[in-house]
């Protein structure tokens, strides 16, 4: 039996070591976007979705459908191409579909600047459609099907400033629009004929989903929330360096969370405010309003739903979709995996819904959003945003009944009359960016990501058995009937190393073969690889010297040829703020997804100072896991805690919301202006002198840094080295180049990154502990480059002495796979659904050791040279007397 910690207590966990083993059914197969056929996804897992499809923009997460089903709409929350989509019935078996985008920053000529949608969607009585638009804080009344605009409401009336327009409903027969303002924590009302606000109200922390009761005397708002986070007393973002915190100020959970604390900034010590009580009424709840008089509406009662935060959950229930009907009142807990129901005379939570695998009843990620039901059949439909899936739940015995198969990631449904609509966020996801020969036209991932509506009928109970046998398969649900091949037992230690964006064709595909046969790469889309490219900026002082076929990445090169590597490994991220919550075994939840779709084209932004709670909670593009973004299980810190597993971070985990990085903050390249903190395990284990994500610190400084602390903490003292190491590694997310830092071209970064990664292998595998340990380098997201196969696919690279030499992995793997790959060298049990059913690495490793320490390879000082990076706020490095440049430029000035 596993042994589960949280904090001080101990509990017992159902969890087998050698329990039976689950793995996707992609095998061997490369991924594979085929919109109406067989998807083969990211990391092996298959979509098989059942009825009519057609094509949203990116991230549909909000859906409305006319009554009589004869119009949908779905609110696209972007990047970059933030829309609605319109499907109209336009005769038998034949549909319109029209796409209404955001136009940014071009007002069009009646001087209306549309620049995003989130969430919200409503349909009126006479057609019209209410749309909410995020970051402005307005909600849009268009005439449809065209998107004419009829009319705006503004948020920001009276106090209110730096609101954020989220989810709506709309009482028709009496016009009132009810608003949530997730900014400020607030309900609004509005009279929609004389378009007055006619009243505001507070509701619990980040308001995130709403219902109307049938009766339309009460109103549902879900509470995604934990915390209402504050100020540093004094701190200032314009002078973050000085007034900030250099480190988050406290982990969560601790006594100094929940009491506060006095830390030092540069300007002297400051009293950092408490968190409090995780489990206040306003967090992770449903507040109900009576709105009666709609003119007054008043809170009766905050309604909390799933675990608590504590023995049982690491994190909140996220309630993250809300259906209101006479008789009940269904709230999905994204982060457990349950339905509360609520009885809405009582206001109390009558019996919860579990959602669960068979085989893998232990382990969550089944993320359930939205919900419609069917009256006939009595099923209430959830979608499974977790396994890309719709759950079918008896509403009469409560109990989940089967599942139906969706695209990738849906958010919602919809029902009418037999007809069942769903929206899909990532619908069959991106495929390639690239051809052999170059970049695609629109090569951009942001680009070329895009959602889906299904269509289908409702499907009889005689065929619900074999649909959810499908959704199962697709999920590699099913035992296998082999046993997983064996890991060497002499492996005690594992480091893992993440790097930033890159795609495995851009370093890696100029591999042609490998030991055991040829790699999947495209030699012309290596411009990191060995025969890469250093351009220059155009206009730049470096113009003339632009180089082709530079080695950029010798290292990486060198270290797929000494050991293993894949050219079927991917990221199952988008962007780098679900990257570094993936690669930490901590899936988004819906709160993330929504608000990192909105956040990377601007539209969902930090500010500060702010008397609007939620904006201190918008990360923007900052990455690390906050607490309402804390699993059930948590994340991989809790579970190696809880195992006791000693484990040391070099700084992942604290590029928090609202985070400086800029110049001159050495060590840690980060100054705090909130008391946002990190997971208690991460900041007791987290090293203060190596720094987080901060592209003004060279990679060099961090190598430094990681080789002096292990050196001083555990060489010298002859202390035992923690069981994994994490490191993060980011200078290959590449920069501007900084000539006058040491970095002439953009490809320089990449080469910093490469010398800085060489420098790190080199020093363990000369260190006591190379002879047991396995070493697991990859990238965070692949946004930065194009791939020929899928422009999620990214680098692994597997270094051990009992790896394969120069062998090339063709398992469809994925960051889970990576973790269940550590977590079996560790000896426990898997953390979630994902990593317990992922495709493992262990085809990497063979039974014999080879313990040849790596030999660091230069960088070509053309393009880099590790002696002259620096921080721009750094002294310039000393001329070295034996320097042949400076002597060269000595021997020019005397002529």
Avoid at 94 to 110: F, L, S, T
Avoid at 235 to 251: M, S, Y
Avoid at 640 to 666: M, Q, T
């Amino acid at each position: 039996m596993a042994l589960r910690y949280f904090g001080p207590l101990l509990l017992l966990c159902a969890i087998s070591l050698d329990g039976a083993d689950f793995r996707p059914p992609a095998g061997t197969r490369p991924a594979a976007r085929r919109p109406g056929a067989e998807t083969v996804l990211p990391g092996g897992r298959v979509l098989t979705p059942i009825g009519r499809h057609w094509v949203t923009g990116p991230g549909a997460f909000g859906l409305a459908v006319k009554a009589g089903g004869k119009l949908a709409v779905t609110a696209n929350g972007g990047p970059n191409r933030y829309s609605l989509t319109a499907i109209e019935e336009s005769g038998p078996r034949a549909w319109r579909v029209r796409q209404m985008v955001a136009r940014g920053d071009r007002p069009d000529e009646d001087g209306d600047e549309w620049k995003s949608v989130f969430l919200g969607l409503a349909f009126g009585s006479n057609g019209d459609l209410f749309a909410s638009e995020g970051n402005s804080g307005r909600v849009r009344q268009l005439a449809m099907p065209r998107g004419r605009l009829v009319r705006t409401y503004e948020l920001n009336q009276g106090d209110w400033r730096d609101s954020y327009s989220g989810d709506l409903v709309l009482d028709a027969e009496r016009d009132i629009l009810y608003v949530l303002n997730q900014a400020n924590f607030r309900l609004a009302v509005f009279h929609t004929r004389s378009r007055k606000m006619i009243a505001s109200v507070r509701t619990g922390r980040l308001p995130f989903r709403i219902a109307l009761a049938p009766d339309r005397q009460r109103v549902y708002v879900t509470n995604v929330g934990m915390f209402e986070y504050k100020p540093i007393p004094g701190a200032d973002k314009a002078n973050a360096r000085e007034t900030g915190l250099p480190f988050p100020a406290f982990g969560f959970p601790s006594p100094e969370s929940e009491k506060g604390v006095r830390r030092e900034t540069a300007k002297g010590p400051v009293d950092v405010p408490p968190l409090g009580d995780p489990n206040v009424p306003e967090s992770n709840s449903v507040a109900v309003f009576d709105v009666a008089d709609p003119a007054t509406p008043k809170l009766v009662k905050f309604v909390r739903t799933g675990a608590p935060f504590g023995p049982q959950s690491m994190g909140g229930s996220s309630p993250s979709g809300i259906l209101a009907t006479a008789n009940a009142v269904y709230v999905s807990n994204a982060n457990q995996d349950t339905i509360s129901v609520i009885d809405p005379a009582k206001l109390e939570v009558t019996s919860e819904i579990a959602l669960r695998i068979p085989g893998l009843e232990d382990f969550r990620g089944i993320l359930p959003i939205g919900m419609a039901i069917h009256p006939a059949s009595g099923w209430l439909l959830v979608a499974e945003a977790g396994i890309n899936a719709l759950g079918v739940i008896d509403v009469k015995s409560r109990k989940l009944i089967g599942h139906l198969p969706a695209h990738w990631f849906p958010t919602a449904v919809a029902v009418e009359g037999d007809d069942v609509f769903v929206s899909s966020a990532k619908g069959t996801g991106t495929g390639p960016n690239a051809t052999r020969m170059g970049p695609m036209a629109r090569s951009f991932q942001a680009e070329r990501r895009a959602g889906t509506v299904g269509f289908f009928p409702i499907p009889g109970a005689e065929e619900l058995g074999k649909l959810t046998a499908q959704v199962m398969a697709n999920n590699g649900f099913v035992a296998q009937r082999t046993a997983p091949a064996p890991l060497p037992k002499e492996l005690t230690h594992v480091v893992i190393i993440v790097k930033e964006n890159r795609t495995f064709d851009e370093v890696l595909g100029d591999i042609e073969s490998a030991a055991n046969g040829p790699v999947n790469g495209a030699p012309e889309l290596a411009r990191f690889g060995l025969r890469g490219q250093a351009a220059p900026e155009r206009g730049s002082l470096q113009q003339r010297l632009g180089r082709r076929h530079v080695n950029v990445s010798p290292n990486h090169h060198a270290m797929a040829r000494q050991w293993a590597f894949s050219d079927n490994f991917y990221v199952d991220s988008e962007v780098s703020v679900d990257g570094h919550h993936w690669v930490v075994g901590s899936y988004p939840n819906v709160w993330t997804e929504t608000t990192l779709w909105a956040a990377y084209g601007g539209q969902k932004n930090f500010r500060f100072p702010t008397n609007a709670p939620g904006r201190l909670l918008f990360a923007e593009s900052n990455s690390s896991v906050h607490p309402e973004e804390q699993l059930e299980d948590g994340a991989l810190w809790h579970h190696l805690e809880r195992h006791n597993i000693p484990f040391r971070n070099f700084g992942e985990g604290f590029e928090l919301a609202g985070v400086d990085e800029g110049s001159g903050l050495k060590p840690t390249g980060a100054r705090y202006v909130t008391n946002v903190p990190m997971p208690a395990p991460l900041f007791h284990n987290t090293s203060r002198e190596y720094p987080n994500y901060n592209m003004n610190i060279p990679d060099q400084f961090r190598a430094n840094q990681f080789i002096k602390e292990i050196d001083e903490l555990y060489v010298k003292t002859g202390k035992p080295l923690p069981r994994l190491l994490f490191l993060h590694l980011p200078g290959d997310h590449l920069a501007n180049p900084r000539p006058e830092d040491g970095y002439p071209f953009r490809a320089s970064f990449m080469a910093d990154n490469d010398y800085a990664l060489g420098r790190i292998m080199e020093y363990l595998t000369k260190s006591p502990w190379w002879k047991n340990m396995a070493v697991f380098i990859t990238e965070d997201d692949a946004q930065g480059g194009v791939d020929h196969v899928d422009s999620h696919r990214t680098v692994m690279l597997v270094a051990s002495p009992y790896a394969r030499k120069n062998y090339v992995s063709h398992v469809n793997s994925s960051f889970p796979g990576m973790l269940k790959t550590v977590f079996r060298i560790l000896g426990i049990p898997p953390l979630n659904l994902y990593d317990a059913s992922a495709a493992d690495l262990a085809d990497c490793f063979q039974s014999t050791a080879d313990v040849t320490p790596f030999e660091l390879q230069k960088a070509d000082a053309i393009i880099f040279d590790p002696a002259e990076a620096r921080d721009p706020k750094d002294p310039k490095p000393s001329p070295r007397m034996d320097d042949p440049r400076v002597l060269q430029e000595e021997h020019r000035r005397r002529q």
